[in-house]
């Protein structure tokens, strides 16, 4: 069983920045790895995905441009680099295995002036 522990969220103004981070409790080089937000109210949704080869990668429309997701050399370390945040990204954002197994407790992104 992957388990995965999220951080680095917060509060940040619209147009910031902030990088997430998913610390995996084994290499996930043979996995096909996302980052997932909830939003109050809503869905879990994926909104970026990194296939094993780490070289292919895939975006919501909404994030497209603006997020980033990549990985350490270990594989044990998943990121997501958030730019010009908007107040619609605000959500907790999880990390997890694509399709998705268990999941942690996530990290809570607002996007608020």
């Known amino acids: 069983q992957v388990q995965f522990v999220e951080s680095g969220g917060g509060l940040v103004q619209p147009g910031g920045s902030l990088r997430l981070s998913c610390a995996v409790s084994?290499?996930?080089?043979?996995?096909?790895m996302g980052w997932y937000r909830q939003a109050p109210g809503k869905e879990r949704e994926l909104v970026a995905s990194m296939w094993s080869s780490s070289t292919t990668t895939s975006y919501a429309d909404s994030v497209k441009g603006r997020f980033t997701i990549f990985r350490n050399n270990a594989g044990t370390t998943i990121y997501l680099q958030m730019n010009s945040l908007k107040p619609e990204d605000t959500a907790v954002y999880y990390c997890?295995?694509?399709?998705?197994?268990?999941w942690g407790q996530g990290t809570q992104v607002t996007v608020s002036s």
């Open positions: 084994r290499s996930i080089f043979i996995y096909t």
């Open positions: 997890n295995k694509n399709p998705p197994g268990s």
